[in-house]
């Protein structure tokens, strides 16, 4: 019988015990995780090779829901999300994966996974699913049809794969999508009309893709639509009237197509539009009479089209305005910025339009103003002093008008300053610190000695004096500032003297220009530290100095250009063993060089061995950088290039050893290299028959051996070069029949003229050959090999701008007839100077 001392007793232990227990199961912690989602984890994992996955939180002993990457539902602990993105999966998904046995997942993150392959159709059968991102990895298959059938699905991103198949319109029974981005794929087809019944979207992505055909309209039905981004596709045709339904539109990004149409009627009713980028596509219209009802509008890009009629002025009402590129386009008059409340305004482009008259004093009230390009328009007068009150502007373009008179000394403190082509005349002193890194004064009308005050600018990268009538001497105090430059264009002047030393701490600089001056004395020495250089021009000079061999241990050189100058002596050195390996263009013509070359003499020269365009162009653009690359386009633009279109020549590959006295047999190493696109020896003491081996240059486009001493025949297998389209042999000892080719058979007849033993050129000249030519024969052939090849440089590489990704190389011409280079490289009739002189 228990006594009632022993029921205290028992009633006490059990209390301590239950007690004990209490806190035990409050201090261990809740597996929440069902042991289904835990294995479909695992499995997944091992799918793939993983090093990211941390072993001591994903392991069958722990809580699946405290797992790195997973998260759970509170109340069930079945998985709702995995994030993995950024984890290097490196594979595909497999349509059988255990990924799809989380039948509760809603959010599911595997951008920038280097996934590849197909997106599988099990995919579908996730029907909880809110958020898919698989954005930023190599998937090249199809949309399954069966991710249709996602009818909870909010969020779909599949965003920079390679997913090459057509928007299935079975997208469009998505009814609770809100999300979707397709972008930055190789999509094709046409856009979906279905996609306009999917009534909650509230963003629709489909840019950068290959899209074609026209906006369906159906796209006017998605009332709730905040952001529309299209661009960079090939849509055409006009914008359906529809979309100026989407009265709560926020973002419309159409930019980079050929779309055309009335831009007033279109954004008549989008007044709370905070983006309109429009840019490159073919509208034609005028711009909306009155935009002040835009108070949301921060960016109005709508560069490179046909817009025209006067200046916007209602357009700066909008007081969050941030960015205005009118850029490309054909609107003209003067500007004004009366009643502007766009205080917060930090880009103004207006470069290539018709614009006219002063540049207004209102331009001051910009006080955020950052950059300000104006270039290629036509505006007069000078400076206006309110410039002096935009605190915040850095960059200051106005190129390619006609200002005048003096450059005041308030825009020292920027960094970059581009007043190229216009008609300033002189400086106004100041003694204010100067800020100065890129400086373009080049085509105006400065005159006078060097400008001493350059000297002290410590921060310069480009300094472009180029076109303009300063003389006297270039000062060694230049030393100073050379420390930082990258790029020195002081061409077309008339500077006198020697070419200081002043490169021994010039490590930065990629590019030097002083051609067309009246520099004399030795060639600088001190070059040889400057290990970053890429281009040299000293042409039309009177520097007479033996060939500088010792540039060919310069590792990036790739153009050197030394023409007409009265450097003598051999151009082979035995230091030339190692040399030259980056070189992809040299003109050494209209010297005095004399010797032989060795036969060895072009085998170290491997960048015209072997094409390797990405190095070359990367190394080109560092000293191109950002805030010049508009401004060095649309000076393209003017002289007939368009930078759009425009095919890039990174190829191009030139020797010009023309107007010399080199004698001897053609060196035979001259045959590996396989990249060379122009060839020109005329005017030598050459010997010996013309190689065989020249027909191993399949890439030749132009060869020029004439008025040299050449004996034999022509080799029949330079008729097989099918890039060859200009040759000319004139002027030698050649004998024999002319080649059948049709190579041959397209020539002039002045290209073979002056080889007493050549016959067979009946069919060229339409008359009997004639062994002795009159002078005029021999004046007009000669005339017409000087334009040939009277080139500068070739491959200069620029950017065309803000928005605009592509790269346009350029050859520079002084003649004025090049047919044969116009139509063979797309050129017009120009001549520019490195720096845009």
């Known amino acids: ?147 249709e059938n996602l009818d909870h699905l909010r969020y779909f991103s599949v965003e920079y794969n390679h997913l090459t198949e057509m928007i299935p319109s079975s997208l469009g029974n998505l009814s609770s999508l809100t999300f979707l981005d397709l972008s930055s794929n190789e999509l094709v087809g046409e856009i979906p009309t279905s996609i306009g019944y999917i009534k909650n979207l509230r963003e ?23 952001e529309l981004e299209l661009g960079h596709n090939h ?81 700066f009402s909008s007081p969050s305005l941030q960015l205005v590129d009118l850029e490309g386009n054909h609107f003209t008059g003067p500007i004004e910025f009366a009643n502007t409340s766009s205080s917060e305004l930090q880009y103004l482009g207006l470069s290539r339009n018709g614009f006219d008259g002063p540049i207004p004093e209102s331009i001051s009230v910009f006080l955020n103003l950052v950059e300000l390009d104006l270039t290629y328009n036509n505006f007069t007068g000078s400076l206006p002093k309110s410039i002096s009150k935009l605190t915040s502007l850095t960059d200051l373009k106005l190129s390619n008008n006609k200002l ?83 790029e020195l264009n002081l061409s077309n002047n008339s500077f006198s003297g020697t070419v200081p030393h002043i490169f021994g701490d010039a490590t930065k600089l990629e590019s030097l220009d002083v051609s067309h001056n009246q520099l004399h004395g030795k060639f600088p020495k001190s070059l040889i530290n400057c290990t970053a250089l890429q281009f040299v021009n000293m042409e039309s000079n009177k520097i007479k100095d033996k060939f500088p061999s010792w540039l060919g241990s310069l590792p990036f ?39 032989t070359l060795a036969p060895h003499y072009f085998s170290t020269w491997r960048e015209m061995s072997i094409f390797t365009e990405g190095a070359y162009m990367a190394n080109l653009l560092r000293y191109y950088s950002s805030d010049l690359l508009n401004y060095r386009s649309m000076e393209m633009v003017n002289k007939g290039v368009d ?106 007849c002045s290209s073979f003229l002056g080889n007493p033993g050549l016959y067979g050129l009946e069919d060229i000249c339409q008359e009997s050959h004639s062994s002795n030519p009159t002078s005029q024969q021999r004046k007009e052939s000669s005339e017409s090999d000087e334009q040939m090849f009277s080139w500068v440089a070739a491959a200069i590489a620029y950017g065309p701008g803000v928005f605009c990704g592509l790269v346009v190389g350029h050859i520079f011409f002084t003649s004025h007839s090049q047919e044969w280079f116009i139509a063979k490289f797309g050129l017009r009739k120009f001549r520019v100077t490195v720096g845009g002189g």
């Open 235 to 315: 849509l055409v045709g006009e914008v359906p009237p529809s979309i100026g339904n989407l009265n709560e539109l926020r973002v419309m990004q159409l930019y980079q197509n050929t779309l055309s149409g009335n831009i007033p009627i279109l954004l008549a009713n989008l007044t709370k539009l905070s983006d309109i980028s429009l840019y490159y596509n073919n509208f034609s219209s005028t711009l909306p009479s009155d935009m002040s009802g835009f108070h949301y509008l921060e960016y109005f890009l709508v560069s490179e089209n046909s817009l025209h009629g006067p200046f916007p002025k209602s357009l």
């Open 557 to 595: 050189l790739h153009v050197l250009i030394l023409k007409s100058n009265e450097f003598y002596g051999p151009l082979y050195h035995r230091n030339m063993t190692m040399g030259f390996q980056s070189l992809r263009i040299i003109d050494v013509s209209h010297n005095d060089f004399t010797g």
């Open 204 to 226: 629709l992505h489909l840019g950068g893709n290959h899209l074609i055909g026209e906006i369906p309209s159906s796209l006017g039905n998605l009332s709730r639509l905040l």
């Open 1 to 147: 019988m228990m006594t009632r001392s022993h029921c205290y007793c028992f009633y006490g232990i059990f209390t301590i015990y239950f007690s004990l227990l209490i806190h035990t199961l409050a201090s261990a912690p809740l597996n929440l995780c069902q042991h289904d989602q835990r294995d479909a984890l695992l499995e997944f994992r091992d799918e793939f090779v993983i090093d990211e996955f941390d072993p001591s939180r994903w392991n069958k002993s722990s809580d699946c829901c405290l797992w790195k990457h997973v998260k759970c539902d509170d109340k069930y602990g079945q998985v709702i999300s995995l994030d993995l993105h950024d984890t290097f999966l490196n594979s595909s998904l497999k349509i059988n994966s255990s990924l799809f046995r989380l039948q509760y997942l809603r959010h599911l993150n595997l951008s920038s996974c280097n996934l590849q392959g197909k997106i599988p159709s099990s995919l579908g059968n996730l029907s909880h699913l809110t958020v898919v991102d698989l954005s930023f990895n190599e998937l090249v298959g199809e949309i399954s049809a069966s991710i």
């Open 643 to 748: 930078t759009r279109f425009q095919r890039i020549r990174r190829d191009f590959r030139a020797i010009d050893f023309s107007g010399n006295r080199i004698y001897g047999k053609i060196p035979e190493s001259l045959c590996l290299l396989k990249e060379l696109r122009l060839l020109n020896l005329s005017g030598n003491a050459f010997s010996n028959n013309i190689p065989r081996f020249l027909a191993n240059l399949t890439k030749l486009e132009a060869l020029d051996l004439s008025s040299n001493k050449l004996s034999g025949e022509i080799p029949q297998d330079l008729g097989e070069l099918s890039f060859l389209s200009y040759m000319n042999f004139s002027h030698n000892l050649l004998q024999g029949p002319l080649p059948r080719g049709t190579q041959f058979q397209r020539q002039e």
């Open 404 to 486: 005048k008179g003096e450059v005041p000394s308030f825009v020292w403190r920027f960094s970059t300053m581009i007043l190229s082509h216009n008609l300033f005349s002189s400086f106004e002193n100041s003694s204010q610190e100067t800020l100065i890194q890129m400086l373009d004064l080049s085509s105006n009308s400065f005159e006078g000695p060097f400008p001493q005050w350059i000297c002290k600018l410590k921060r310069l990268s480009l300094l472009d004096l180029s076109n303009n009538l300063f003389n006297g001497s270039i000062p060694p105090c230049l030393r100073n500032s050379i420390v930082s430059l990258t």
